[in-house]
């Protein structure tokens, strides 16, 4: 079964800084990766997704991803937080039919 | 904009009662899936239907819980005799069912059980 590992339960960072939040997934095989935002009080919502194709992967709001299969990585970047990326971060794998969540990154944005 | 919606968005009721939770997924949208989020627990899959054939419902309190796709415009998850311990958020998501397909999730069903 496929698994994901965020590393950090909460990341702080000043407004205005860079951000990187870490996942690692689990598979020795072909794997399609998510990265899902939720808000204060709101559902998921996918910020970016990496099926093939070039390994840095653009999304919403300025984060990007970058896949690394040989560290089996797909760590979560934004180069200038702002207030409004206050929310959880949750990293997922697809497994066949379904999609297998990390446990999530709160991130802190600090004035 | 498509979007899945769930009713209601808010729900408090007192241990012993039943609670129904219904969602309507994004036209088009054959899989459906419904979690529960909670503080200790993260987000859990309860339940998932493709073309409204339940496909997986191992997480899911059998003797409790119940979850039913009574045409493909409407989930429902049904809880008979709620506990406080369901007290949680309850998310309704549709995808296309595929292999790599995302998927879209509802704003939510805050369940508080007394």
């Known amino acids: 079964a496929q698994s994901v590992t965020q590393l950090d339960s909460q990341v702080p960072v000043f407004e205005e800084a860079p951000v990187e939040l870490r996942c690692n997934y689990s598979?020795?095989?072909?794997?399609?990766l998510f990265w899902y935002v939720q808000y204060p009080n709101q559902g998921l919502q996918l910020l970016l997704k990496y099926l093939s194709g070039s390994t840095l992967v653009k999304g919403i709001n300025g984060f990007e991803a970058e896949f690394n299969k040989s560290q089996t990585s797909f760590h979560l970047r934004k180069p200038s937080v702002h207030i409004s990326d206050t929310a959880e971060y949750f990293c997922a794998v697809s497994e066949v039919d379904k999609i297998i969540f990390g446990k999530g990154t709160r991130l802190h944005i600090l004035p | 904009d498509a979007r899945v919606t769930q009713t209601p968005r808010d729900k408090v009721t007192e241990m012993g009662q039943e609670v129904t939770m219904r969602c309507q997924p994004i036209l088009g949208h054959n899989t459906v899936f419904w979690y529960r989020q909670t503080m200790m627990q993260g987000l859990e899959l309860l339940a998932y239907f493709r073309n409204r054939a339940p496909l997986d419902d191992s997480g899911m309190p059998k003797d409790r819980f119940s979850a039913e796709m009574p045409d493909a415009t409407l989930a429902t998850l049904k809880i008979q005799p709620s506990e406080p311990r369901d007290s949680a958020v309850y998310f309704c998501?549709?995808?296309?069912?595929?292999?790599?397909?995302?998927?879209?999730f509802g704003p939510g069903t805050r369940l508080t059980v007394l």
């Open positions: 998501a549709s995808g296309l069912g595929n292999s790599g397909s995302a998927q879209f």
């Open positions: 598979s020795s095989v072909s794997v399609y």
